[in-house]
């Protein structure tokens, strides 16, 4: 399958799939009060505010939001972090002498703060402030002494090791590269950048995709290196100014692009789509094609209990009941289909695993049910939401994101997945973009059948990166059936009336969507 071929497993990212784990605070030593402190956990590495550690510290601070830095002024000292970084620079105020020490772990920048990984930054906060912290894992609570002895970290890196270091005038050169795959749905185009570009668009006109890149310098050999690759036909590199431009000549069968900056890097993407559905063949057997299997997919299940609620519901007993409920009103009513399970009981079923099954019995259509919950309970947040694979462009559906992905720690062997990053999400996107139409056309479906026929209000279809997804090679969805951390939405979700009644509108979904499907492959085949 494609997805074996590449070996790609997704959630995410953007860069921020995060999940916040527990509330965690600052105890200073002298103050009366705990000061709250922002937070997530990502790849089991816990990220805490630096805007909050200066507040909780009474230091001061300067976010440079064009440069994602943000700078801590302790009385001594200024501490500045940078975004996807790994280097923590500390000024001696008194002297203005510089030391640069490498984290083993890059900052992370989110709504305009950054965020650091707490167990590699702990001793460096501790030299530039003057202060012992201790952390209390299970209390969720870090101790700053008034003052106190501090280690004086030594394993500083050379000083133009600086993000910004000094280069000769023949290294101003920005684009430097520019490589091109072909994919089963598309073309991936990689544009090598040396420093971070200003402006970046991407536009498609008369035949040719036109990359035009700010206030930049081009190798002079770019053009003569480039090799053609897939729907691209040649490269002209035109300049405008202080600006360029890239102009790659197409063949015929472009459908849409993409295109986004690689947060590991100073690199552009552009994806650039074929065909969004190939047609049948007319070799091809017809009976391939018939909608003949669902696979249901009870989220979470056996030592992974998923989210609970405010009254220690288990949302894996949740997901199972609805599923259960659905697979049997599919059975009775829609004979022609078959139901497949990725689990009947309260087993834990691997996620790549859940995307096998669906695969080797060659699903129609993949639906994973699962609900929703919030650090804080009991919340006034409630609603049920469908969610496509694309990748998240809220806060709220990365941590959900997050949050259904960090099952792989119960997994045997959780480095099967490859890390979430722009690059694997579109590259997954565009294997999977064959069957967004149809995952699209189902969301809106059930969607509008939620609205009339149960009563946990709908906040409509959403997307996030969901590993679970990205294994089925068909078209896909994944419910939050609701809130858990709502008392509203977690009786109703308990009840038996009230997974009868979802399960009723997931299955008068199916059977609309079903129609649909059948009536457009008849109109592919002629």
């Not at 900056?261 to 994806?271: G, I, K, N, Q, T």
């Not at 997050?402 to 062997?413: L, T």
Request: aromatic residues 10%; hydrophobic residues 35%; glycine residues 6%.
């Amino acid at each position: 399958m494609i997805l074996k071929k590449y070996v790609i497993f997704v959630f995410l990212l953007s860069l921020n799939l995060l999940n916040a784990q527990q509330k965690i605070t600052i105890m200073v030593e002298g103050e009366n009060k705990a000061f709250p402190v922002s937070s997530f956990e990502s790849n089991n590495l816990l990220y805490i505010s630096a805007k909050n550690i200066a507040i909780a510290f009474n230091a001061n601070y300067y976010f440079n939001k064009e440069n994602e830095k943000l700078e801590i002024k302790f009385t001594n000292f200024n501490a500045k972090f940078t975004a996807n970084n790994h280097f923590v620079i500390i000024t001696d105020r008194r002297d203005d002498s510089k030391k640069v020490y490498q984290l083993p772990q890059s900052a992370k920048i989110v709504n305009d703060d950054i965020f650091l990984p707490i167990p590699y930054s702990i001793e460096y906060l501790e030299y530039a402030s003057g202060r012992k912290i201790k952390y209390n894992e299970s209390a969720g609570e870090f101790l700053v002494s008034k003052s106190g002895a501090v280690y004086k970290p030594t394993d500083t890196v050379e000083q133009e090791k600086e993000e910004e270091p000094v280069v000769t005038k023949n290294e101003l050169v920005d684009i430097t590269g520019v490589k091109v795959e072909e994919k089963s749905n598309g073309t991936l185009l990689r544009i090598i950048c040396k420093n971070k570009v200003e402006k970046f668009t991407a536009k498609y006109s008369n035949d040719a995709l036109i990359v035009e890149i700010g206030k930049s310098t081009v190798d002079p050999k770019l053009e003569s290196e480039f090799e053609a690759v897939g729907i691209i036909r040649s490269l002209d590199v035109k300049k405008n100014g202080a600006n360029n431009e890239l102009v790659f000549e197409m063949h015929k069968g472009y459908t849409a692009h993409d295109s986004f900056r690689d947060p590991e890097s100073h690199d552009l993407f552009v994806a650039i789509h074929n065909k969004k559905l190939t047609k049948i063949k007319k070799t091809e057997s017809k009976d391939k094609w018939n909608f003949d299997v669902v696979v249901l997919d009870a989220g979470h299940g056996g030592k992974d209990a998923g989210a609970i609620g405010t009254n220690g519901v288990k949302e894996k007993d949740i997901n199972l009941g609805i599923v259960l409920k659905l697979g049997k009103l599919l059975e009775q009513n829609l004979t022609s289909v078959k139901v497949v399970y990725t689990r009947k009981k309260d087993n834990f079923v691997e996620l790549y695993k859940r995307g096998k099954i669906a695969n080797e019995n060659n699903g129609k259509l993949f639906i994973s049910v699962h609900c929703n919950s919030t650090p804080k309970k009991p919340t006034d947040a409630r609603g049920f939401e469908v969610y496509l694979l694309r990748p998240g462009r809220t806060q709220e559906a990365i941590n959900i994101a997050e949050f259904e992905n960090s099952v792989i720690k119960y997994e045997d062997n959780p480095n099967r997945y490859q890390k979430l990053t722009d690059e694997n999400f579109i590259l997954v996107s565009m294997a999977q973009s064959s069957y967004m139409r149809y995952s699209e056309r189902f969301s809106d479906i059930l969607n509008t059948n939620w609205r009339k026929e149960v009563s946990i209000p709908s906040r409509g279809i959403k997307q996030a990166g969901f590993y679970v997804l990205v294994g089925a090679s068909m078209p896909n969805v994944l419910i939050e059936a609701g809130f858990l951390s709502n008392n509203k939405d977690e009786a109703f979700l308990k009840s038996e009336s009230g997974q009868n009644e979802i399960a009723k509108a997931i299955f008068n979904s199916i059977k609309n969507y079903k129609e649909y499907y059948e009536q457009s492959m008849v109109e592919e085949t002629n």
